[in-house]
């Protein structure tokens, strides 16, 4: 269960990192900016699993 606890501990030990990934437009074949995602790598080095994926329609 993840709580306000476990994610200070996981700042404390260093655990959460930003990725960032491109947004490309297609019809441009160009990168027209970027977002940035925090991670947070487990000690077990499992990366902890994020909100389910859902698409933009």
Same mark, same amino acid.
């Given at each position: 269960? %993840? +709580? &306000? #606890?476990?994610?200070?501990?996981? $700042?404390? +030990? /260093?655990e959460l990192f930003i990725e960032y990934l491109p %947004? %490309? #437009?297609?019809?441009? #074949?160009?990168?027209? /900016?970027? #977002?940035? $995602? &925090? @991670?947070?790598? @487990?000690?077990?080095?499992? $990366?902890?699993?994020?909100?389910?994926?859902? @698409?933009?329609?």
């Amino acid at each position: 269960m %993840i +709580n &306000v #606890e476990t994610i200070h501990a996981g $700042l404390d +030990n /260093g655990e959460l990192f930003i990725e960032y990934l491109p %947004i %490309i #437009e297609l019809q441009h #074949e160009r990168c027209a /900016g970027a #977002e940035a $995602l &925090v @991670r947070w790598q @487990r000690p077990t080095g499992a $990366l902890h699993p994020g909100p389910k994926p859902w @698409r933009h329609c």
